[in-house]
């Protein structure tokens, strides 16, 4: 029996596999990505049911990514002003003429459908329904980054 759900994870894994790591990576970046996707598959397999028992795989582990990225993105935070408070030098983020550099500067929500829009071509309402949010939330989530992106460009 527990075979057959094995192989059944492994055939939901594939599917969605690359989406997942395009999608990591555009979060978190290259060297992190894949680690991001491993910590959310593991978690997932480790539930009953695995991945197989989800019933629509896909958006679930597209939100498991984001809210990851997230999650490790405050732990960075939190690491960061430990640091400052106890007299290490504070980090600087070098703000490039790059549009990739200055996306990833987004916050990860704004970040993510920016990635899911431009790049993954998805609608606002797909996008919502991967992010587990309403489609006007999408449309200012966007609205919010263009503005950010030409402010940045601008400059």
Request: proline share 4%; hydrophobic share 45%; net charge positive.
């Amino acid at each position: 029996m527990r075979h057959g759900l094995l192989v059944k994870d492994a055939e939901v894994y594939a599917a969605v596999r690359f989406e997942l790591m395009r999608y990591a990576t555009a979060l978190v970046g290259v060297v992190d990505a894949g680690d991001l996707v491993s910590a959310v598959v593991a978690r997932v397999l480790a539930k009953d049911g695995g991945l197989a028992g989800l019933e629509d795989p896909k958006p679930y582990l597209m939100k498991s990514v984001l809210n990851e990225a997230r999650m490790r993105h405050r732990s960075s935070v939190r690491q960061s002003r430990a640091l400052v408070r106890v007299g290490a030098p504070e980090q600087q983020v070098n703000q490039h003429d790059h549009v990739l550099d200055q996306i990833m500067l987004l916050p990860h929500r704004q970040r993510a459908a920016v990635f899911l829009a431009y790049y993954e071509q998805y609608t606002p309402t797909e996008i919502a329904e991967l992010m587990g949010c309403r489609p006007a939330t999408v449309r200012r989530y966007l609205h919010l980054a263009w503005g950010k992106l030409k402010e940045a460009f601008d400059e």
